[in-house]
C-alpha cells in the first residue's frame, strides 16, 4: 500500500518560513522522483517543485523559484519542501505526489496559510 503523508504546515506570517516534509512508503522510492503540488482555495492543483530520483535534478515552479527548496532523503524515504520568503498567495494545502501531474495514492496533504 502506498502511503504518502505530508506534515510541518502551519501559520506563518509573509516573510517568514516554513519545512514541510513528507514521509512516503510502499513503493521504491529510491528510483521514483517525486513532486510537490498545491491546491489553494477555490482552484485547482498546481504543480510547485520536482525532485529527480537521487536528488541530482531539481525543478521549481516560476512562482517560488528561488523562494522554495526541494530536497530528499533515500535512507528516510523523506522527501523536503523549505518554504521561504513566504508570501500571502503561498497559502494552500500542499501535498507530495510520485507524478507531476497527481497522484492516485495522494495523501492528506499540509495546509500552509500565510497571513499577517
Known amino acids: 500500500e502506498v502511503l504518502l503523508v505530508e506534515s510541518g504546515g502551519g501559520l506563518v506570517q509573509p516573510g517568514g518560513s516554513l519545512r514541510l516534509s513528507c514521509a512516503a512508503s510502499?513503493?521504491?522510492?529510491?528510483?521514483?522522483?517525486m513532486n510537490w503540488l498545491r491546491q489553494a482555495p477555490g482552484k485547482g492543483l498546481e504543480w510547485v517543485s520536482g525532485?529527480?530520483?537521487?536528488?541530482?535534478?531539481?525543478y521549481y515552479a516560476d512562482s517560488v523559484k528561488g523562494r522554495f527548496t526541494i530536497s530528499r532523503d533515500d535512507a528516510k524515504t523523506t522527501v523536503y519542501l523549505q518554504l521561504d520568503s513566504l508570501k500571502t498567495e503561498d497559502t494552500a494545502k500542499y501535498y507530495c505526489t510520485r507524478y507531476r501531474w497527481g497522484d492516485p495514492d495522494r495523501g492528506p496533504g499540509t495546509q500552509v496559510t500565510v497571513s499577517s
Open positions: 525532485i529527480s530520483s537521487g536528488g541530482d535534478n531539481t
Open positions: 510502499g513503493f521504491n522510492f529510491g528510483i521514483s522522483s
